[in-house]
Structure formats: structure tokens, C-alpha cells
């Protein structure tokens, strides 16, 4: 699992914690990005994001 930090499209940063599924080519609206596919920790949503976008990333230990 990764805690990040990331900075959305309207320009607000958020935190989350995601267990990212997939890193690759991605297409949003017509255009083209690097992103990775995760989900969230906090609701189990699906989320698409941009590598350009992330502000930073830190692993977080699995605790049982």
C-alpha cells in the first residue's frame, strides 16, 4: 500500500492511501498519459491517476 500526496485537476491537493493495481499508457477525454490504476483504501473505489500528479508517495507496512 502507498500513502500519496497528489494534486487534482482544479488544483487541490489531497491524501490518499492506495494499493496500486497497474502502471501504464493511459487515455483520458482524448489525451494520452502515464498513470498508475489503484484502489483507494478509503472507500475501495477504482481510481485513475497521473504520474505527473503525484507530489510524493511513501509505503506503508501492512499491519494485521
Same mark, same amino acid.
Given at each position: 500500500?502507498?500513502?500519496? !500526496?497528489?494534486? !487534482?485537476?482544479n488544483?487541490?491537493?489531497?491524501q490518499r492511501?492506495?494499493?496500486?493495481v497497474?502502471?501504464?499508457e493511459?487515455?483520458?477525454?482524448?489525451n494520452?498519459?502515464?498513470?498508475?490504476?489503484a484502489?483507494?483504501?478509503?472507500?475501495?473505489?477504482p481510481?485513475?491517476?497521473?504520474? !505527473?500528479?503525484?507530489i510524493?508517495?511513501?509505503?506503508?507496512?501492512?499491519?494485521?
Open positions: 500500500n502507498l500513502h500519496m !500526496k497528489y494534486l !487534482k485537476g488544483g487541490e491537493f489531497v492511501t492506495i494499493r496500486p497497474w502502471i501504464g493511459m487515455e483520458y477525454e482524448g494520452e498519459y502515464i498513470g498508475v490504476e484502489l483507494s483504501l478509503e472507500n475501495g473505489a481510481m485513475n491517476l497521473s504520474l !505527473k500528479r503525484i510524493s508517495l511513501e509505503s506503508q507496512t501492512l499491519t494485521e
